[in-house]
């Protein structure tokens, strides 16, 4: 008998495969896809020798995970690329605030007015990246912070609404880029909990920076996986589970998938009946033929852009996405990862992508006022398109079952559900089913490649195991 199952192979199933393989347990991992990683892959969407990642691309998380450090990921072949400046938000002046590794140069972009309150809003948090992490990468009521007094700081500042918190600020730059960060949540920016996303991509960024992988997001996966494997644990690809009794016999049964997924193929019945979707992502990968012609400098030297020149459109995108409507003049999160990755493109060609957020399952098309928006800081931009892969949230649902109707979050971020997923109980990785669990993002702390989710899921079951001899 195997000591522990798990379905699913994105970042958190194959870091709770890894966590238990390298404790000495006997580990098999099933995927339904033909290859594992689940969010964290890499294709070519458009045309050859184009390699877009279809989800997650960015990983500031990813570089800065207690998880990952832990492991040796890179001598099983990951390499993280940096680009000169983490995060440009442009203006339609041609000017622009950044996100770069210097908080100085940071402040100074924000603006005379405003640097010198950013300074001091971070000012607690820098070079303690490693306890922070570990801190709030986790289950909040779990057990004692590692920095008590750290941890109650911070999280006065993370429970705000980010449209509370950027009132310290005078003038708009400062308060689009954090409402632009707090977007990656997919909520309100006046919802309870969004300043917390928003200072901690600012806090990654000067301490850890948003890189990419070399190569594309399939490299933390592959990384995961041969590790995996080195560690003794087995991976099945094109295995599709839909009773748990389909599995080989084994003491525990470990879910990266969503909570809806789980009670169904375990028979856990009406068990996360209250659990809620957050809205979707409409998302175009690009091959263009030369680099994108930003009117901003700065925006021309960043791996990330976010598009949204005032914390108002921006509010006013992610509430109507909330609320059941497409948003006319969307809020854009773009990166470019062939600047700094000549893997990802033929020589001189460059990708891009590109999303804004939908309602959940909505199915119009979004290209339109997608690339008009982006035509407002790159003119020029719709010239250079060789192709474009076009997915809306039935295709992103279609294409990884966690994403239900398009919810790459796996879980809306709003009310409770910002600390309390997928239900409340002592530890979120449990279920009714003594020999089951869940580990996916649905799960503290939530979305972004990380792994910490697993991590954390992978410590209930060994202490499950263990505890039963």
Known sequence: MLDAVVVGAGPNGLTAAVELARRGFAVEVFEAAGTIGGGARTEELTLPGYRHDPCSAVHPLGVGSPAFRAMPLARHGLEWLHPELPLAHPFPDGTAAVLARSVGETAMSLGPRDAGTYRRLVAPYLGRWDTLARDFLRTQWNGLPADPVGWARFGLHAAQPVSLLTRRFRDEKARAILAGMAGHAIAPTSGLGTAGPALLFALAGHAVGWPVPRGGSQAISDALGSYLREQGGAIHVGVEVKRLDELPPARAYVFDTSPTALARIAGLGDAYRRFRYGAGVFKIDYALDGPMPWTAPEARRAGTVHIGPTSGEIGAALRAATKGHAPAVPFLITAQPSLIDDSRAPAGKHTFWAYGHVPRGWDGDATEAIERQIERFAPGF?????????????????????????????????????????????????TAHPSVFLCSSATPPGPGVHGMSGHHAARAVWRRLRGHG
Do not use: S
């Not at 719709?382 to 076009?390: E, H, I, K, N, P």
């Open 382 to 430: 719709r010239d250079l398109v060789l192709a474009r892969a076009v997915a809306g949230p039935p295709q992103i649902a279609a294409r990884n079952a966690n994403y239900v109707d398009g919810d790459i979050a796996c879980g809306a971020f709003e009310g409770l559900q910002t600390v309390i997923r997928p239900k409340l109980t002592r530890v979120p990785y449990t």
